[in-house]
T-cell receptor
Framework: GAGVSQSPRYKVAKRGQDVALRCDPI?????LFWYQQALGQGPEFLTY????????KSGLPSDRFFAERPEGSVSTLKIQRTQQEDSAVYLC??????????????FGSGTRLTVV | AQSVSQHNHHVILSEAASLELGCNYS??????LFWYVQYPGQHLPLLLK??????LVKGIKGFEAEFIKSKFSFNLRKPSVQWSDTAEYFC?????????????FGTGTRLTIIP
């Protein structure tokens, strides 16, 4: 497709449940980013991949959060033993190389996670 | 320390009024600057971006922004707003660290346009 696709669009999880959020980036985009957006806040960086390599995971809030991109395209963000504070919109973005003249992030529509 | 500051949390304007939303950043050196818009339940379309060159950048939907290096600012402007501009606006920066492509966002400004 032409844009970044995220699934599911909405997810309700019981506290303690594991969840997996999927991101399909734009074809050919080498960089992929995950952001967490709490209600009324700006997006906060979680982690960043260049192809299959996870270059920066400094934003992951705890070891319950894990992201992977095994073949350098689709990425999955996994949250284990979900807590109420994990409730947020999780945004994925992809981008061509920084040196590309048309550089810019393209964001997906996000997954709204609600932990009850 | 807040690296990207958006001073206005909520701005209310009437249609046809002029708009200016403030954005300041705290990094020295060369930065890449962006404005994104977020409509309710939607993703984050890019309004405009500044990498280098002419400090006055024109974006989509009649928006523009001016990069003022001496003031560390990148304010967003529109001469005449429309009801459809009601949304959340985010300023974002890629800091000048080699190999870093991480976007850092401000906290956002909610814009409400009254018909």
């Amino acid at each position: 497709g032409a844009g970044v696709s995220q699934s599911p669009r909405y997810k309700v999880a019981k506290r303690g449940q594991d969840v997996a959020l999927r991101c399909d980036p734009i074809s050919g985009h080498v960089s992929l980013f995950w952001y967490q957006q709490a209600l009324g806040q700006g997006p906060e960086f979680l982690t960043y991949f260049q192809n299959e390599a996870q270059l920066d995971k400094s934003g992951l809030p705890s070891d319950r959060f894990f992201a992977e991109r095994p073949e350098g395209s689709v990425s999955t963000l996994k949250i284990q033993r979900t807590q109420q504070e994990d409730s947020a919109v999780y945004l994925c973005a992809s981008a061509p190389p920084l040196t590309a003249i048309d550089y810019g992030y393209t964001f997906g529509s996000g997954t709204r996670l609600t932990v009850v | 320390a807040q690296s990207v500051s958006q001073h206005n949390h909520h701005v209310i304007l009437s249609e046809a009024a002029s708009l200016e939303l403030g954005c300041n950043y705290s990094y020295g050196g060369t930065v890449n600057l962006f404005w994104y818009v977020q409509y309710p339940g939607q993703h984050l379309p890019l309004l405009l971006k500044y990498f280098s060159g002419d400090p006055l950048v024109k974006g989509i939907k009649g928006f523009e922004a001016e990069f003022i290096k001496s003031k560390f600012s990148f304010n967003l402007r529109k001469p005449s707003v429309q009801w459809s501009d009601t949304a959340e606006y985010f300023c974002a920066v890629i800091p000048p660290f080699f190999g870093n492509e991480k976007l850092t966002f401000g906290t956002g400004t909610r814009l409400t346009i009254i018909p």
